[in-house]
């Protein structure tokens, strides 16, 4: 049954917000920027702001001019960081480039920085930054904030990555046939691992991945479905359509790690069969074995290896979000001046 999600609590900025990080314990994390009157600005970087806040009560624990500011690509993530002490990592424009930051969680102390090529997309684990650009992705270490190693090939786009286990699981496109496919590099060294898709997919929107699977959302699963389970997607699929044309247009399908081409899939879920302008926004995220299933102000809490739902829920305002985070069972989301925390005890 679906209910409306919990509020811990809630607090209204004046700022406005464009970047959140959650960890499994300890204070959350808000970046934002105060835009200049009339919304105009000649700079391409605006100076930011960053705040810890504590997680059960929503005060301030300390705020701090950021070096980071707001512009093209941005991540934020606290990780276990130098010698197991929780840190702050923040990566994105700066008035001299592109920049990492790692920052004390407890004071907001500068502890360390690096300049680093500009990228459109990132995501942080405790050890390693992963970054990319349509041509290139790159590994950064959170300990030395040292560019760690980089991997690039002829003929392939790079559009969205996940961890998986010991893998960096890359969303990428063929340049000539412009299919959508995954690719795995060893997170240690960034070296190719293995194709564990090839490009036959129109699209993939999102990725999420976990210690034992990588969820893709996407489309025309058929493509990629084995003999032994085409069959059951097809009767499926024949139930949900209307009409006679049988075609999944939004759809989740979850992965093994390691994963080769024909193996099955741990799990599927069709989510639409309406033409693509009619496809709701869907996201997804994955925390701790769980799959995070947004839609517009609906939430669905899988599990991850099996796509059982555990748990559905309203979150007033995710339909407007800037940012979602999730971490131990709460989720923070960020809307253009507000910051809430939900509880998601699934």
Request: proline share 5%; glycine share 12%; net charge negative.
């Amino acid at each position: 049954m679906t209910t409306t999600a919990k509020r811990r609590w809630a607090k209204e900025f004046h700022s406005e917000i464009d970047g959140i990080a959650i960890g499994p314990t300890g204070p959350v994390l808000v970046h934002g920027y105060d835009a200049p009157a009339g919304g105009m600005w000649t700079d391409d970087v605006i100076p930011g702001k960053l705040g810890a806040i504590d997680r059960s009560g929503g005060e301030f624990q300390w705020r701090s001019p950021c070096e980071v500011g707001y512009g093209r690509g941005f991540a934020a993530a606290i990780c276990d960081g130098v010698e197991g002490t929780p840190s702050a990592i923040v990566m994105g424009p700066s008035s001299h480039g592109h920049r990492i930051l790692r920052m004390s969680i407890e004071t907001g102390e500068l502890l360390g920085e690096s300049n680093i090529e500009a990228f459109d997309e990132a995501i942080i684990s405790d050890n390693l930054c992963v970054s990319i650009t349509a041509k290139k992705v790159t590994g950064i270490s959170t300990s030395d904030l040292f560019e760690a190693w980089t991997y690039q090939r002829e003929g392939e786009r790079y559009h969205s990555v996940a961890f998986c286990g010991g893998q960096v699981v890359v969303v990428y496109s063929d340049a000539n046939t412009k299919k959508y496919g995954l690719l795995a590099l060893d997170s240690e060294d960034g070296s190719f691992d293995s194709i564990l898709l090839p490009p036959k997919l129109p699209m993939i929107h999102s990725i999420a991945g976990d210690s034992g699977a990588v969820v893709l959302l996407t489309s025309d699963l058929l493509q990629v479905l084995g003999p032994d389970q085409a069959g059951q997607f097809l009767g499926e699929l024949s139930m949900l359509s209307e009409d006679d044309v049988l075609t999944d247009t939004l759809s989740l399908i979850a992965l093994p790690g390691g994963h080769t081409d024909g193996e099955p899939a741990l799990w599927w879920k069709v989510l639409s069969t309406e033409a693509v302008e009619d496809i709701p926004e869907v996201s997804i995220s994955a925390d701790s074995g769980k799959l995070y299933v947004v839609r517009g102000a609906m939430l669905e809490v899988c599990d991850i290896l099996s796509g059982r739902t555990l748990g559905e829920w309203t979150v007033p305002g995710l339909d407007e979000q800037v940012c979602w985070s999730v971490a131990s069972g709460a989720g923070l989301l960020a809307e253009e001046h507000r910051l809430t925390i939900y509880e998601l005890p699934a």
